[in-house]
């Protein structure tokens, strides 16, 4: 398990954007791959965008393709998941986790470890 530390969450009114950063203290992310993951009140925990250092393609889930941008700094030691024109139905606690699997239609942590997470609230 990689301890991550996730940070950027916020209330933003739809249309809005927000920018997610991950951090490990002491970890290189740049070793791994790295994933998005959010849960929203009720519902089940789901992978939102991931990160790879394989050939396999970086994941989107249907729901976000177009509006989220997941990216590393290897300088600065940081994933980021930029979103953009966010909707109501975006708000949740989003959670930063390494290493994950990425594969071609999914991602998924690959210890099941989690950390604090960071709350996103979209209002219409």
């Known amino acids: 398990q990689v301890p991550v530390v996730e940070s950027g969450g916020g209330s933003v009114q739809a249309g809005g954007s927000l920018r997610l950063s991950c951090t490990a203290p002491g970890f290189n992310l740049g070793y791994y791959a790295i994933g998005w993951f959010r849960q929203a009140p009720g519902k089940a925990r789901e992978a939102v965008s991931c990160l790879s250092n394989s050939a396999v393609s970086n994941y989107y889930a249907a729901s976000v393709k177009g509006r989220f941008t997941i990216s590393g700094d290897n300088a600065e030691d940081k994933v980021y998941l930029q979103m953009n024109n966010l909707k109501p139905e975006d708000t949740a606690v989003y959670y930063c986790?390494?290493?994950?699997?990425?594969?071609?239609?999914?991602?998924?942590?690959?210890?099941?470890?989690w950390g604090q997470g960071t709350l996103v609230t979209v209002s219409s």
């Open positions: 986790a390494a290493p994950v699997v990425v594969a071609t239609g999914g991602c998924t942590n690959a210890l099941d470890a």
